[in-house]
């Protein structure tokens, strides 16, 4: 059981970055706090510096993934696509969320924030969700149903 908590901790200092801050802070604490006894000494040896360059890691193929799935909307921004990207990935996504509903959730993410971004060209939030509407209609097609 301590595994199966330890396992779930680090994936949250990996994924969460006010979590991996508050940790860091006080680890005998956090740790105790999320129900570990002895793992606090061992989690607190990582190094922070270690654990943000994993974290970038992480993100930096959450990216990689997302483009993949929005290659007119990633041509269209240009860089902007990256930097709207990251302040998309600053909340950590859904357990057990795949990158085709990561590509659809920033998708919603660019329109939601349209104003805040200035989107240039104009038209690629169009584009956005002309990807994200396929993406969509791929993934139900896919998807198991069954019907009684």
């Known amino acids: 059981m301590e595994l199966a908590l330890q396992q779930k901790l680090v994936a949250r200092l990996a994924t969460d970055r006010e979590f991996r801050e508050k940790f860091f802070g006080d680890p005998a604490r956090v740790a105790a706090h999320e129900g ?4 606090a000494e061992t989690l607190s040896a990582i190094h922070q510096e270690q654990m943000r360059q994993f974290a970038r890691l992480l993100r930096t193929r959450r990216l990689a993934q997302v483009a993949l799935r929005l290659p007119l909307t990633r041509k269209a921004l240009g860089q902007r696509f990256a930097d709207c990207f990251r302040n998309y990935a600053v909340t950590p996504p859904p357990p057990g969320q795949r990158p085709t509903e990561d590509a659809i959730a920033f998708a919603q993410h660019l329109e ?37």
């Open 112 to 148: 939601s924030h349209t104003a805040e971004y200035g989107l240039d060209p104009a038209w690629a939030l169009s584009l956005a969700r002309y990807e994200a509407a396929r993406l969509s209609a791929e993934w139900e097609d896919r998807r198991l149903v069954i019907r009684a």
């Open 36 to 39: 570990l006894t002895v793992a």
